[in-house]
């Protein structure tokens, strides 16, 4: 059954109605050909206002909120069935504009559906405490949704980004208003319908995409929102903090990172390649947490080198479409702005001194695409090893001692995960006691799941995304005392 219709434009969603943008349209190019796809209503500020009184309206009527969580959370999971039963024609749509391989897609829905039933389960087992007060009193506490809920979302996981926010939001019993991110936002027409499609009423989810200088300034600086769900760049959660911090409105900042795996010498190699092939390749590197700084045991450099070389120059580039299945293949990168951007950044690894083992140069097709890049002889000071790259691009530095390794694993304004690929579990551990980040994977990069809380030290932001304490983000704690007569 064809699931994938495709329009070209897509609307805005706001108080239950697809509706154009005040401030027109916004072209969707194809990453993987480089051509437009098609347009996207584009909102301005007073797009924003309507989309935030909406919502206000939807949560002061008690209907999310006054439910009994149950019910609220089988909504939510049906939003996530609604997703896989249309599978087919997301991916496709998804690939189109954000350029990943069709399988990655598919990857990324089915993550995106597994929020929505991650949180959907939990709806009803959030509980308060009884606090013993003496034989005169009862106390309780109770947790109550903040409210209005803005989100705004980046382009490399434009529905798994958005489903992480909005899931955990509504099964608490918020509403939310989404800005999606201008150069993919045109999956979310799928999250619309999910939405009306689980029940949910006017309100309660609205989706606007516009330019993150207009509507997303709007959304964050917006009197009447209860909260900011950022994930994106520093200085883009610096300017949305420093707005909502004028209207007391609080922030959880997911912003990124360098972040770096230490590869011990006894470390099992035909394990950390894996590993090096999702975490700096998976979505052409587009990930926050991608591994980009590997800093290797001096003894096994060369041999890790040539092995890492071989896995890159394996890797078959070209348009996300033409790759349905999983393999040893990547797409395009986002936008010829991103792509010259991590060139330049190679060039100038280049001129440093570093040595380029493979890639660093785009392909000379159409698309946005990048060859997945190897760089050696890296050291710490260069700007390659300390700014986020964004794309396939992975940095190699050497160690002699663990002590060393762990200060160059360190020495960043971010710390948003690292890693340590070792059969020494005492060494594994003391890493990971030393290593100054939100999440350490021991022997496979990107170990957990939607189960385990994710966020940064340092710049890479604060507060936690994802598994059980997310949720807290979503709510505020009432106390009620009881005097008893
Ligand atoms: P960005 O500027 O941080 O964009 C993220 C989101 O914020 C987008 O929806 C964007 O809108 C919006 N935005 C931009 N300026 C805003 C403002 N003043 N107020 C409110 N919202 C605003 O990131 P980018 O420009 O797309 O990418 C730049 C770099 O950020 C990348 O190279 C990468 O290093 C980093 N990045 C990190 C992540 C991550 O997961 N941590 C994700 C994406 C990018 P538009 O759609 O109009 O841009
Ligand atoms: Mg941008």
Redesign the pocket.
Known sequence: MPTFEPHSYYQNYVDGQFVDGGADRIVVDNPGTGAPLAEQASANAADIDAAVAAARRCHESGVLSAMRPVGRGRMVRAIGDYLLANIDGIAHLLTLEAGKPLWESVVEIEGAARYFEYYGNQAETLEGRSIPLGKDYYDFTTYEPRGVSAQ?????YPLEMTARGMAAALATGNTVVI?S???DPLTHLYIARAAEAAGFPPGAVNILCG???EA??AL?AHPDIDQVVF???VP?GV??ATAAAQNVVPCVL???GKSAAIVCADADLDNLIDSVRWGIYFNAGQV?SAMSRLIVHESIAGEVRERIVALAESLSVGPGIDRPEFGANMGAMISKG?RD?AVGMVARARKAGADIATGGVAPDEAGFFLAPTVIAGVTRDMEIARS?V?GPVLSMLTYQDESEAIAVANDSDYGLVGGVFTRDIDGAMRVSQRIRTGQVFVNEWYAGGVETPFGGYKKSGYGREKGREALMNYVQTKNIGIRIG
């Open positions: 705004i979302i980046p382009w490399n800005k991110p201008e150069l330019v993150g200088s997303g300034a964050s994930t994106g760049s883009t300017a949305i997911e912003l990124g926050c991103q951007r986020e964004f």
